[in-house]
């Protein structure tokens, strides 16, 4: 089983440069989930997602986007990137039955 | 606004000691507490409360909830290297229309020494 799996594992960008960082499960759960992590922060919340078709806020969403496009894939995109958006990005899924949550490998970005 | 606190922030112990993690948390329409384990990469799952009272056991790590003091503690007894990592506490809330939050504390990185 894959599980989550996010792509790519490691980008660098320059600032004002655009990406998406896909992510993608293949356990049939309905939630999902992206957070950054950053030294001494733990895991903050960007965006999530109940269910296909919807998609909410968390607590940092400021210069990002997400699309559910599937009930397998939630990708995170940022139009404009800046400095303050180097970090490690985590993507998550868990079912609407409140199991664990699932998290991939991660992404390493770097904005410079 | 959801608050998770951890503490301590960071711990070094010694092999064979016996440590206590701890989380608070303040949440609206709390559903669960869940404990992860960090080491270089994507946390991994070590236990989800519930219910107060009830200690949920595996191996040498235990832990419980109190959700009327509103905290929960992460106890590792016969402490290894292999336990070094980043301990992550996250509580889920319902946040309406069928949707759930995770929210995490800033964790605990404990280092043990040989």
């Known amino acids: 089983n894959a599980g989550v799996t996010q792509t790519p594992k490691f980008q660098v960008l320059k600032t004002g440069q655009s990406m998406t960082l896909q992510c993608a499960q293949d356990?049939?759960?309905?939630?999902m989930y992206w957070y950054r992590q950053d030294p001494g922060m733990g895991l903050r919340l960007i965006y999530y997602s109940a269910s296909e078709g919807t998609t909410d806020k968390g607590e940092v969403p400021n210069g990002y986007n997400v699309s559910r496009l599937n009930k397998r894939e939630f990708s995170l995109r940022l139009e404009s990137a800046a400095p303050s958006q180097t970090s490690v990005y985590f993507c998550?899924?868990?079912?609407?039955?409140?199991?664990?949550?699932?998290f991939g490998q991660g992404t390493r970005l770097t904005v410079v | 606004e959801d608050k998770v606190v951890q503490s301590p922030l960071s711990l070094v112990v010694h092999e064979g000691d016996t440590v206590t993690l701890n989380c608070s948390y303040e949440?609206?329409?709390?559903?669960?507490l869940l404990w992860y384990k960090q080491e270089k990469k994507a946390p991994t799952f070590l236990f989800m409360l519930t219910s107060s009272g009830i200690e949920k056991k595996s191996g040498r790590l235990s832990s419980i909830l109190d959700k009327k003091e509103l905290f929960s503690i992460l106890n590792i007894t016969a402490t290894q290297t292999g336990d070094s990592a980043v301990y992550l506490c996250a509580v889920e809330r319902y946040s309406g229309a069928g949707s759930y939050q995770l929210t995490f504390g800033k964790g605990t990185k404990l280092s043990v020494i040989p």
């Open positions: 356990m049939n759960h309905n939630s």
């Open positions: 949440v609206t329409n709390f559903r669960s």
């Open positions: 998550a899924s868990r079912t609407i039955l409140n199991t664990e949550a699932f």
